[in-house]
């Protein structure tokens, strides 16, 4: 893990552009911000200066008009001054608020709107959990960076070259003890980030993902721990996880120990040659008790934003670790995407055609399909059936355009579905899966999510033609009632008829069912059946069954095998062919059913 990571370009490298394209989004704020905190420092940067000029007054004597005068003016720059630094910096911090809260909705936005559009492998491949984690670790991160940056790196920038030019003009000597070492602690604190605490920071929040993506897994499949008891199990697991968190966390804070043991060396050092320095130019009668004040208050100023500056880089490069996967979010590829000129699509009466189309999945050397062809009337009734890996959930998903093909095209009412945008076309096929997902919404929510806007009447007649408005209105809440996460509070046949009536809600030209009575109980079976029957009136339906009752009464039934179409046919025709693919399924199955009818 370690050296595939030191491989990958410096985060920093990354992120960095990427937050700052993001300020150049608000450039009235950012400029704002960095002028209110730049300016405030400059005035910081002038108070050892007058506070030179005033103990020089004070030495003088009261009994000096001049010097009287001289004090009062200097005690005056020094309030001017003061004044000044409070009301800009007042103004950065009101300003960079809403700056970096427009920042962080933006940037977590835009990742969300990215995941929701990744391909289909993309999720299969990735933890929910991880990748929540990802998101929101990244903007809070975010916020980080830009106190970070704005009302702390630049400042101190600032001020380091400012004392080193106000320095050097009076003592060159002192200007360039200063200018080398401050040179030689910012060169030593990003050398160490980079080169030593970054590389472990790295895996550490790799490894914090993991723990998010853990936790998730187990937390959303419950259910199934529960019914195995294997809490115990999961607890090792995460244990496990945890404890390898742990470890690489521990490295990484020894790090950021390390690297702020070797700041403050360094500090005592610099702190050493600049007072030694001010003490041998007073000695050699060149520098005025005002000008030792003068260079005492500067080397404090400077003392305490190089101590801070070394913190600001450890937040920096923390902060920059933290955005790392958020950022390659963005920069993942979508999969699927619209053609430039991709138009809604007009779907009107489903015709659906797969002409020569030819697709293999990422990483298999075979395609699934070599120069498919099939032709699906307006308003057919189509049954696809045929052995696990055969081909027919592929289909769907290709007709859905869940993936592209490799070759050839796939036409509904002559339409390229790969030229229309996906949201147009998907919003116009409705489809009842064979573990119907949820939201943890209302119940109303959930129907309507087909067709966001649709009156309370609306939903009832639909779970009224789905068979679902009597188990929901013997609800406590009805239509109001929350179904917990992927509809856990409701059974099978339950989540089976909402999403039927989500389905009757869109009023789809296309419809695809897939498995949608499997695993049910005789009587959820014969409800969603009647529904089902109701539901593909008047439309082009693809109806998935591994259950061969499910299609009997399809126009057309179309039996996969490796990939092609080995048969089509009605049930009848099907079943009467010898030897037939069709036929031996549908005996199978009439054989399991007899057996297990007689065992009852």
């Not at 030495?59 to 009301?87: H, K, N």
Request: with cysteine; proline share 3%; glycine share 10%.
């Amino acid at each position: 893990m370690t050296t595939a990571t030191t491989k990958r370009p410096a985060a920093i490298r990354i992120v960095l552009p990427f937050v700052f394209r993001h300020w150049l989004e608000q450039p009235l704020r950012a400029a704002i911000v960095t002028a209110g905190f730049l300016g405030a420092t400059a005035a910081d940067l002038f108070m050892p200066v007058y506070s030179g000029h005033l103990v020089d007054a004070l030495t003088a004597g009261a009994a000096s008009p001049d010097a009287r005068q001289a004090a009062l003016l200097a005690f005056g720059a020094i309030v001017g001054l003061g004044l000044l630094s409070v009301i800009l910096r007042l103004v950065g911090i009101q300003t960079i608020v809403p700056f970096t809260l427009q920042s962080m909705s933006d940037i977590g936005q835009r990742a969300f709107m990215r995941v929701q559009r990744f391909s289909t492998d993309w999720h299969a491949n990735s933890f929910a959990g991880s990748t929540v984690r990802k998101i929101t670790r990244g903007m809070w991160a975010l916020d980080v960076l830009n106190d970070t940056v704005l009302m702390a790196l630049l400042p101190s920038v600032v001020v380091l070259f400012g004392s080193m030019i106000l320095l050097g003009l009076h003592w060159p000597q002192l200007g360039a003890v200063v200018a080398v070492g401050a040179v030689i602690y910012v060169a030593m604190t990003m050398a160490f980030q980079i080169g030593y605490v970054a590389p472990a920071a790295r895996i550490s929040n790799a490894w914090d993902t993991k723990v998010g993506g853990t936790l998730a897994d187990a937390l959303t499949c419950n259910a199934v721990v529960k019914s195995f008891g294997a809490e115990v199990r999961e607890d090792i697991r995460l244990g496990g996880v945890i404890g390898r968190w742990r470890r690489r966390v521990r490295r990484t804070w020894f790090r950021y120990n390390h690297t702020g043991a070797a700041q403050l060396l360094v500090l005592l050092c610099f702190r050493a040659s600049v007072i030694g320095g001010a003490i041998l130019l007073w000695a050699a009668g060149r520098a005025t008790p005002g000008d030792v004040t003068y260079v005492l208050t500067s080397y404090y100023i400077i003392h305490a934003y190089l101590r801070d500056v070394g913190m600001h880089i450890n937040n920096l490069q923390r902060s920059v670790n933290d955005m790392e996967e958020l950022v390659a979010i963005h920069a993942e590829p979508l999969g699927i995407v619209d053609a430039v000129d991709a138009k809604p699509i007009d779907i009107e009466g489903g015709r659906i055609v797969f002409d020569n189309v030819t697709f293999h999945y990422g990483g298999h050397r075979r395609p699934l399909y070599d120069g498919l062809s099939i032709d699906i009337d307006a308003g057919e009734r189509v049954g696809l059936v045929g052995r696990s890996g055969s081909g027919k959930t592929t289909f769907v998903k290709l007709l859905q355009r869940l993936y592209d093909v490799s070759g050839g095209k796939i036409l509904i009412d002559g339409q390229d579905i790969s030229k229309a945008t996906q949201q147009s076309l998907r919003s116009q096929i409705a489809i009842v899966q064979q573990e119907p997902i949820l939201f943890h919404r209302t119940l109303a929510e959930n129907i309507a999510y087909g067709r966001p806007g649709a009156s309370m009447e609306a939903i009832e007649q639909a779970a009224r033609l789905a068979n679902a408005h009597d188990f929901i209105m013997r609800l406590p809440k009805g239509y109001g009632t929350l179904v917990g996460e992927r509809g856990v509070k409701l059974s099978g046949g339950e989540r089976q008829r909402v999403a039927l009536a989500r389905a009757f809600l869109a009023d789809a030209p296309v419809l695809i069912l897939d498995e949608a009575t499997s695993s049910l109980d005789s009587e959820s079976e014969a409800l969603i059946q009647q529904a089902m029957e109701r539901l593909m009136k008047g439309r082009t339906s693809i109806v998935i069954a591994h259950r061969l009752s499910t299609v009997r009464s399809m126009d057309r039934i179309l039996v996969f095998d490796r990939g092609e179409i080995a048969e089509q046919g009605t049930h009848e025709v099907l079943a009467a062919r010898p030897n037939g693919i069709y036929r031996s399924l549908f005996e199978r199955q009439a054989t399991e059913f007899g057996q297990i009818a007689a065992a009852e």
